[in-house]
């Protein structure tokens, strides 16, 4: 079982920057891949990116890509996703989300139906 709590969420103008943190318990957190889904009003959940359980892969949709940043530390059991040049359009509600892999270098699609844990999720709005 593994419990999720995302943070760092707010406000921004166009433009801003914000850091997403997620905190996981999980008792082995270096056998999870994890990701980043966000959901906007009206709107379907949209895979943002991904990260390996090693850490060493990542993926990104192209509508983040150069903008958006993921990285965890196994460690501390905690992932981020560092969020720069934010537009109105990336407005929405962010999830953070795990499922367990078989290899440390295994990526996991940005499929919704690829990761069994998910977060309760923090805002994010950029206004312009």
């Known amino acids: 079982q593994v419990q999720l709590v995302e943070s760092g969420g707010g406000s921004v103008q166009a433009g801003g920057s914000l850091r997403l943190s997620c905190a996981a318990s999980a008792a082995s957190y270096l056998t999870y891949a994890m990701a980043w889904f966000r959901q906007a009003p009206g709107r379907g959940r949209e895979g943002v990116a991904r990260i390996s359980p090693g850490g060493g892969r990542t993926g990104y949709a192209d509508s983040v890509k150069g903008r958006f940043t993921i990285s965890r530390d196994n460690a501390k059991k905690t992932l981020w996703l560092q969020m720069n040049s934010l537009k109105p359009e990336d407005t929405a509600m962010y999830y953070c989300?795990?499922?367990?892999?078989?290899?440390?270098?295994?990526?996991?699609?940005?499929?919704?139906?690829?990761?069994?844990?998910w977060g309760q999720g923090t805002q994010v709005t950029v206004s312009s």
């Open positions: 989300a795990a499922d367990l892999a078989g290899t440390p270098g295994y990526l996991p699609p940005l499929s919704e139906r690829g990761y069994k844990y």
